[in-house]
């Protein structure tokens, strides 16, 4: 089914907001489920992947503030935002993909994802 996004918002700095995408399954077995965010007129970036393996990456920026789980028997893809700075204010997607790059240093090639949702909205600003 597709992917949907929620729990976007408006949050102070230092604030905390967990996003979740809903119908995140997969029929192959060396997947991995990703969180974007994009900012207008700038390329999307990848936040942080979780493989089938149960292995995560991260993007510097959010490492140690950001922590992604999925919760397989319900099909839900969490992002958990802590510490959360005016420059992670962006629309976040939720992705799927399968594939060798899911486990190597291209976890964030956008290109290679091929289920996107929809998008939600995070603010954070005083």
């Known amino acids: 089914g597709p992917l949907v996004e929620s729990g976007g918002g408006s949050v102070q700095p230092g604030g905390s907001l967990t996003l979740s995408c809903e119908g995140a399954?997969?029929?192959?077995?060396?997947?991995?489920m990703t969180w974007f965010r994009q900012i207008a007129g700038e390329e999307r970036e990848a936040v942080a992947s979780?493989?089938?393996?149960?292995?995560?990456n991260y993007h510097d920026s959010v490492s140690g503030r950001f922590t992604i789980s999925l919760d397989s028997a319900n099909a839900t893809l969490y992002l958990q935002m802590n510490s959360l700075k005016s420059e992670d204010t962006a629309t976040y997607y939720c992705?799927?993909?399968?594939?060798?790059?899911?486990?190597?240093?291209?976890?964030?090639?956008?290109?290679?994802?091929?289920?996107w949702g929809q998008g939600t909205q995070v603010t954070v600003s005083s």
């Open positions: 992705a799927t993909g399968a594939g060798d790059f899911c486990y190597n240093e291209n976890w964030n090639w956008r290109r290679r994802y091929t289920s």
């Open positions: 979780i493989r089938s393996d149960g292995g995560t």
């Open positions: 399954t997969s029929p192959y077995i060396n997947y991995c």
